[in-house]
Nanobody
Framework: QVQLVESGGGLVQPGGSLRLSCAAS????????MGWYRQAPGKQREWLAT??????????TYQDSVKGRFTISRDHAKNTVYLQMNSLRPEDTAVYYC?????????WGQGTQLTVSS
Protein backbone atom coordinates (compact mmCIF):
# COMPACT_ATOMS: atom_id res chain seq x y z
CA GLN A 1 0.00 0.00 0.00
CA VAL A 2 1.36 3.37 -1.02
CA GLN A 3 1.46 6.11 1.59
CA LEU A 4 2.79 9.63 1.60
CA VAL A 5 2.89 11.14 5.06
CA GLU A 6 3.65 14.83 5.48
CA SER A 7 4.90 16.27 8.72
CA GLY A 8 6.58 19.38 10.05
CA GLY A 9 3.80 21.91 9.79
CA GLY A 10 2.87 24.24 12.57
CA LEU A 11 2.74 27.85 13.65
CA VAL A 12 5.64 30.11 12.74
CA GLN A 13 6.18 33.86 12.89
CA PRO A 14 6.63 35.92 9.74
CA GLY A 15 10.21 35.75 8.59
CA GLY A 16 10.69 32.36 10.17
CA SER A 17 11.66 29.02 8.69
CA LEU A 18 10.26 25.55 8.70
CA ARG A 19 11.02 22.25 7.00
CA LEU A 20 8.29 19.94 5.82
CA SER A 21 8.88 16.24 5.31
CA CYS A 22 7.09 13.73 3.11
CA ALA A 23 7.89 10.15 4.00
CA ALA A 24 6.95 7.59 1.40
CA SER A 25 6.18 3.93 1.82
CA UNK A 26 5.23 1.44 -0.84
CA UNK A 27 6.99 3.29 -3.63
CA UNK A 28 10.49 4.34 -4.54
CA UNK A 29 10.67 8.11 -4.74
CA UNK A 30 13.56 7.96 -7.17
CA UNK A 31 11.30 6.91 -10.03
CA UNK A 32 8.57 9.45 -9.34
CA UNK A 33 8.37 13.15 -9.92
CA MET A 34 7.87 14.51 -6.43
CA GLY A 35 6.06 17.76 -5.85
CA TRP A 36 4.82 20.04 -3.13
CA TYR A 37 1.52 21.84 -3.36
CA ARG A 38 -0.53 23.99 -1.03
CA GLN A 39 -4.10 25.02 -0.60
CA ALA A 40 -5.16 28.10 1.31
CA PRO A 41 -8.72 28.53 2.60
CA GLY A 42 -11.06 29.42 -0.23
CA LYS A 43 -8.40 28.96 -2.88
CA GLN A 44 -7.46 26.27 -5.33
CA ARG A 45 -4.56 23.96 -4.71
CA GLU A 46 -1.41 25.42 -6.22
CA TRP A 47 1.84 23.85 -7.28
CA LEU A 48 4.99 25.01 -5.48
CA ALA A 49 7.95 22.88 -6.47
CA THR A 50 8.92 19.66 -8.19
CA UNK A 51 11.96 17.45 -8.19
CA UNK A 52 11.82 15.11 -11.14
CA UNK A 53 12.65 11.44 -11.06
CA UNK A 54 16.22 10.21 -11.26
CA UNK A 55 15.45 8.79 -14.70
CA UNK A 56 15.46 12.29 -16.15
CA UNK A 57 18.08 13.79 -13.89
CA UNK A 58 16.30 15.15 -10.81
CA UNK A 59 15.40 18.47 -12.36
CA UNK A 60 14.10 20.99 -9.84
CA THR A 61 11.55 23.67 -10.65
CA TYR A 62 9.75 26.24 -8.52
CA GLN A 63 6.76 28.49 -8.73
CA ASP A 64 7.94 32.07 -9.00
CA SER A 65 6.35 33.13 -5.71
CA VAL A 66 8.50 30.72 -3.71
CA LYS A 67 11.67 30.75 -5.80
CA GLY A 68 14.60 31.76 -3.61
CA ARG A 69 12.67 31.12 -0.40
CA PHE A 70 11.72 27.43 -0.67
CA THR A 71 14.00 24.50 -1.42
CA ILE A 72 12.87 21.01 -2.38
CA SER A 73 15.17 18.07 -1.80
CA ARG A 74 15.05 14.31 -1.69
CA ASP A 75 16.80 11.77 0.53
CA HIS A 76 16.86 8.42 -1.22
CA ALA A 77 18.09 6.52 1.82
CA LYS A 78 15.13 7.77 3.87
CA ASN A 79 12.70 7.71 0.92
CA THR A 80 11.68 11.19 1.99
CA VAL A 81 11.19 14.50 0.24
CA TYR A 82 11.62 17.80 2.03
CA LEU A 83 10.52 21.37 1.55
CA GLN A 84 12.69 23.87 3.35
CA MET A 85 10.80 27.13 3.69
CA ASN A 86 12.52 30.38 4.66
CA SER A 87 11.38 33.99 4.97
CA LEU A 88 7.84 32.84 5.56
CA ARG A 89 4.98 35.25 5.02
CA PRO A 90 1.39 35.26 6.27
CA GLU A 91 0.25 34.49 2.73
CA ASP A 92 2.15 31.20 2.93
CA THR A 93 -0.49 29.98 5.38
CA ALA A 94 -2.08 26.89 3.87
CA VAL A 95 -2.29 23.13 4.00
CA TYR A 96 0.78 21.72 2.29
CA TYR A 97 0.58 18.50 0.30
CA CYS A 98 3.13 16.10 -1.07
CA UNK A 99 2.55 14.54 -4.49
CA UNK A 100 4.15 11.61 -6.28
CA UNK A 101 3.56 11.34 -10.01
CA UNK A 102 4.67 8.39 -12.08
CA UNK A 103 3.98 7.27 -15.64
CA UNK A 104 0.86 5.37 -14.63
CA UNK A 105 0.01 6.50 -11.11
CA UNK A 106 -0.26 9.51 -8.85
CA UNK A 107 -0.45 9.75 -5.10
CA TRP A 108 -1.17 12.48 -2.54
CA GLY A 109 -0.46 12.82 1.11
CA GLN A 110 -3.02 13.95 3.65
CA GLY A 111 -1.49 17.37 4.08
CA THR A 112 0.08 19.32 6.90
CA GLN A 113 -1.04 22.74 8.11
CA LEU A 114 1.31 25.71 8.11
CA THR A 115 0.21 28.91 9.76
CA VAL A 116 2.37 32.01 9.51
CA SER A 117 1.27 34.57 12.04
CA SER A 118 2.60 36.80 14.75
Amino acid sequence: QVQLVESGGGLVQPGGSLRLSCAASGLALSIYDMGWYRQAPGKQREWLATISSNTIGSIITYQDSVKGRFTISRDHAKNTVYLQMNSLRPEDTAVYYCNARGPRSEYWGQGTQLTVSS
